[in-house]
């Protein structure tokens, strides 16, 4: 059964919420389902660019009340 995962990296700054984002999918199984929650801009468009580069799945990306909210799914 997938768990969804919620990572709190606001008031970090780039490459901190993407670091913890890897540090929480080295640990995530397969099909489990991870947020990130960011206020850093550049995670906009950094860690979607990794979840694309290592083949995981881009869920959603959006900006809430000024906090990046992304969530990925692990794939492999």
Known sequence: MSELKTIDARNTFCPGPLMELI????????????????????????VPEWINKVGH???????IDGVWHVKVRKAK
Do not use: R
């Open 23 to 46: 540090t929480y999918m080295k640990q995530a199984n397969v099909g489990d389902t991870l947020e990130l929650l960011s206020t850093d801009e550049g995670s906009a468009g950094d």
């Open 57 to 63: 799945d881009l869920i959603s990306n959006e900006k």
